[in-house]
């Protein structure tokens, strides 16, 4: 009668580490492909802002309201790529800190 507890009990944990197993890697995986997303992102965010910069550096000889606006508005584009790629960087040494 022990023996047969103690085989149901054997098989039944074997089946949930086998399942448990399964679920970790398969998550595993999914956050390894989310990071290099991440990564990725980053990467093109960092290109654009430095294009975005070499282009705001170049100085306008026409002074017309509408072309103050655009280069304005540039400005913003590219602090706003700053800031999502700033918290982005949080995220990514907020998941690598714990």
Not at 28 to 41: F, H, P, Q, Y
Not at 67 to 87: F, H, M, P, T, W
Request: charged share 20%; proline share 1%.
């Amino acid at each position: 009668m022990t023996e047969g507890i103690t085989i149901t009990t054997l098989v039944f944990l074997s089946i949930w580490c086998m399942i448990t197993t399964y679920y970790c890697v398969k998550f595993a995986k999914s956050l390894l492909v989310i990071t290099e997303s991440i990564e990725g992102a980053l990467d093109i965010l960092d290109d654009k802002y430095n294009s975005i910069s070499k282009v705001l550096e170049i100085p306008i000889f026409y002074d017309s309201t509408e072309v103050r606006q655009v280069l304005e508005d540039i400005n913003k584009s590219r602090d706003a790529v700053l800031q999502v790629a700033s918290l982005l960087g949080q995220v990514e040494e907020v998941n690598d800190g714990v």
